[in-house]
């Protein structure tokens, strides 16, 4: 599953290497542009949105792995308790679950929080997702790293009998 899928990246990946893959976009302006642009059959696209992903969750699936790419910073910390506790009810004992989260200046107009790695992890044990990858990285784009923007990776695997 692929949170928050944006333009679509992520998700057309995983489908070439032969994955079925659930993109959750909520944003129309996006996810239509991306389903227009990856048309593989192997990607079910969904309008859902953190912090509740009711739709996702009404559907009772379970998942191997669930990606958050650029996202988490833009929840509030009420949400991003709600969203954690749905994002491990929607993964299955032994899952993956990936984060990146953006540290730096909020650009004009952007709603986006300062969220740790280590609030996050915290937030992530309390529903059984251990971390298993803890990175911090500067920015790949230049203007980025010029502007002290940085990266966060976390990775999680849900504990096992959960």
């Given at each position: 599953?692929?949170?928050?899928?944006?333009?679509?990246?992520?998700?057309?990946?995983?489908?070439?290497?032969?994955?079925q893959?659930?993109?959750?976009?909520?944003?129309?302006?996006?996810?239509?542009?991306?389903?227009?642009?990856?048309?593989s059959?192997?990607?079910?696209?969904?309008?859902?949105?953190?912090?509740?992903?009711?739709?996702?969750?009404?559907?009772?699936?379970?998942?191997?792995?669930?990606?958050?790419?650029?996202?988490?910073?833009?929840?509030?910390?009420?949400?991003?308790?709600?969203?954690?506790?749905?994002?491990?009810?929607?993964?299955r004992?032994?899952?993956?679950?990936?984060?990146?989260?953006?540290?730096?200046?909020?650009?004009?107009?952007?709603?986006?929080?300062?969220?740790?790695?280590?609030?996050?992890?915290?937030?992530?044990?309390?529903?059984?997702?251990?971390?298993?990858?803890?990175?911090?990285?500067?920015?790949?784009?230049?203007?980025?790293?010029?502007?002290?923007?940085?990266?966060?990776?976390?990775?999680?695997?849900?504990?096992?009998?959960?």
């Amino acid at each position: 599953m692929d949170i928050g899928a944006g333009t679509g990246r992520d998700a057309a990946c995983f489908a070439e290497m032969g994955h079925q893959v659930v993109a959750v976009e909520p944003l129309d302006a996006m996810r239509i542009p991306a389903m227009a642009l990856h048309q593989s059959p192997r990607i079910e696209w969904l309008d859902d949105s953190l912090p509740d992903l009711a739709v996702l969750r009404e559907r009772g699936e379970r998942f191997d792995l669930v990606m958050l790419t650029a996202l988490w910073m833009h929840l509030d910390a009420a949400q991003r308790i709600r969203a954690m506790q749905n994002v491990a009810a929607l993964t299955r004992s032994g899952a993956t679950v990936v984060m990146t989260i953006r540290h730096g200046p909020v650009p004009p107009g952007r709603r986006m929080f300062d969220v740790s790695a280590d609030e996050t992890i915290e937030l992530a044990a309390m529903h059984a997702l251990y971390p298993v990858l803890r990175e911090h990285r500067e920015s790949t784009q230049a203007q980025n790293r010029a502007a002290g923007i940085t990266w966060s990776v976390v990775a999680f695997v849900k504990a096992a009998g959960t």
